[in-house]
């Protein structure tokens, strides 16, 4: 084993004289105190040619806010559901409530995670295994996948914003967060210490999870009167209707539930055309389990150009949202900026490894609403729908360019009509099972 040595004086005053001897590093040094590393290392004739023109663009109308939370996930599927919505509506604007999407999805959680607690405790596994410390640590984070939406919208409906809004906590989730993670600690504290009394420790824990959530995001609807005015002035009026009924009938018709996950894992042992899924990650005990088919990028970029082109409507996807965004004016281009340049290294690392060695996953999640097709009919850049408002970007719509979808775009939703048969057989094989811990696992 190489010892881990200090970094003694010397070699810490060659690395300052080393600094030191180039102007530009103080040039550097300078520019990044003063104004920030991004604006500095802005690659600005990237940034001033990455146009807003698209070929094809799906209206779905002002974007949304999902706040101090990390709901991307509900707000992106909802996005999509509220343009088949609004279509079916006749409406020109329209949002579903998230805080409603959320409330069911911590509650279904508490109960998942309960569950699968206590089944680890019934088979032996230790309370320090990395296992169940991943799993502590990571309870009642507020991401989650396409698949999960799904399982909540399938047993709970939607309901119109208006009827159950936004409320302090749904805005800013940390501290209720902290409340119902602390809750469940103590929960599974005594399922470990007192194994005899699993069913009645699952019960209180669930009882109080749900007290916090009403207490928190309010008490939501089991049914509601519908009426509202189309954008052509007609009055229509629907009666009560449940949320489950609502979803059937104004989303129903676009068959989102039977959509497929699509992963872009880019790990070699992992081939593509075969199913993975993650160990102990789902919302809703019963629902279906998150399962993606791993296919090429490109293969993921055509079915998204096809949806946005031929069918019009908005595609829901997850990427790692981070590397290489200019968050003010809305775009995304892998040489939007300069880093490597600025600090003389060459950050050189692929989507492989990027992703093997923690530098990359998925930790947002967005709705493609437009494409611009070159005459070839290859793909030049992307139109996104976010859930950062309207006050950034092109009125809350980034641009992002084609090569960045390839390097950090890992999921997309689409209809299992465009797979081919290979695939679509390949859907019905047991998945590759990875564990909990996996960077494909990472949620939106």
């Given at each position: ?215 928190h995001l309010g008490e939501p609807p089991v049914s509601?009167?519908?009426?509202w005015t189309d954008k052509d002035g007609k009055f ?209």
């Amino acid at each position: 084993m190489t010892e881990i040595t200090p970094l003694d004086t010397n070699a810490l005053a060659a690395l300052r004289d080393e600094f030191r001897a180039d102007g530009t590093n103080r040039m550097a040094m300078n520019a990044v105190t003063a104004a920030g590393v991004d604006k500095v290392a802005l690659n600005y004739d990237r940034a001033r040619l990455l146009q807003r023109r698209f070929s094809t663009i799906v209206d779905n109308g002002e974007a949304t806010h999902q706040d101090h939370s990390g709901r991307c996930w509900l707000f992106s599927s909802l996005n999509v559901a509220r343009f088949v919505a609004k279509r079916n509506l006749n409406l020109t604007e329209f949002e579903f409530s998230q805080n409603y999407a959320m409330y069911y999805d911590k509650l279904e959680r508490i109960n998942y995670f309960l569950k699968d607690m206590a089944a680890l405790v019934a088979a032996g596994e230790p309370a320090d295994s990395r296992l169940v410390q991943h799993l502590l640590a990571d309870v009642m984070g507020d991401g989650g996948q396409w698949t999960m939406a799904m399982n909540i919208y399938k047993k709970y409906g939607a309901v119109p914003k208006d009827l159950f809004p936004e409320t302090e906590s749904s805005k800013n989730t940390g501290p209720m967060n902290t409340q119902l993670r602390r809750m469940l600690h103590t929960a599974v504290a005594h399922l470990f210490a007192e194994p005899v009394r699993t069913d009645e420790i699952i019960a209180e824990a669930t009882a109080a999870g749900h007290r916090i959530l009403t207490i928190h995001l309010g008490e939501p609807p089991v049914s509601f009167d519908w009426e509202w005015t189309d954008k052509d002035g007609k009055f229509h009026r629907d009666g009560e209707i449940t949320p489950q009924e609502f979803w059937k009938k104004y989303v129903g018709s676009a068959d989102l539930e039977d959509y497929v996950c699509l992963v872009d894992d880019p790990r070699a042992e992992h081939p593509k055309g075969k199913k993975i899924a993650i160990e102990h990650l789902g919302n809703v005990a019963g629902g279906d389990p998150t399962e993606y088919l791993n296919v090429p990028n490109q293969f993921m970029k055509d079915c998204v150009k096809q949806i946005l082109v031929e069918q019009g409507v908005p595609v829901w996807f997850g990427a790692d949202c981070h590397p290489f965004m200019d968050r003010e004016s809305g775009a995304w281009a892998t040489d939007l900026f300069e880093y490597g340049d600025l600090y003389d290294f060459d950050f050189d690392l692929d989507k492989e490894a990027r992703v093997r060695f923690a530098d990359s996953a998925m930790n947002h999640a967005m709705a493609f609403a437009g494409v611009d097709v070159a005459e070839d009919g290859s793909t030049r850049r992307w139109r996104v729908e976010n859930s950062w408002g309207t006050k950034i970007a092109d009125k809350g719509y980034f641009t992002m360019s084609d090569d960045w979808f390839t390097e950090y775009v890992y999921e997309v939703a689409v209809p299992k009509a465009l797979l081919p048969a290979e695939y679509q057989a390949a859907l019905t094989e047991p998945p590759i099972s990875l564990p909990a811990w996996d960077p494909m696992g990472a949620l939106a």
